[in-house]
Nanobody, 126 residues
Framework: QVQLVESGGGLVQAGGSLRLSCAAS????????MGWFRQAPGKEREFVAA????????RYADSVKGRFTIARDSAKNTVYLAMNSLKPEDTAVYYC???????????????????WGQGTQVTVSS
């Protein structure tokens, strides 16, 4: 079993920055994918970014490219999401997730992610 604990959400003005963290525990990670998804009120959960543990390959949603950066700290089993130039439309609950099966290229389909965190709220005011 894998436990994921997110932190770093909050309220920020448009144009501001936040950094989310997700610490994983419960098993040894050697080749997985960790990703971030978000869900705004009344909308479906959508892919934000993901990174492969083994090769460090990354993928981003078009809506966040150039503004968000995902990174990992293998020693701490932690993934980070640095969010810059935040917009009101970035407001959502952000979820961390683990795909234990993929090694190299991160998938964007949420069905491949088996473990999920509890979510952290990000609110961007205009």
């Amino acid at each position: 079993q894998v436990q994921l604990v997110e932190s770093g959400g909050g309220l920020v003005q448009a144009g501001g920055s936040l950094r989310l963290s997700c610490a994983a525990s419960g098993r040894t990670f050697s080749s997985i994918v960790m990703g971030w998804f978000r869900q705004a009120p009344g909308k479906e959960r959508e892919f934000v970014a993901a990174i492969s543990w083994k090769g460090g390959s990354t993928r981003y949603a078009d809506s966040v490219k150039g503004r968000f950066t995902i990174a990992r700290d293998s020693a701490k089993n932690t993934v980070y999401l640095a969010m810059n130039s935040l917009k009101p439309e970035d407001t959502a609950v952000y979820y961390c997730a683990v795909d234990p099966k993929t090694i190299w290229y991160p998938p964007i389909d949420s069905s491949g992610y088996d473990y999920w965190g509890q979510g952290t709220q990000v609110t961007v005011s205009s």
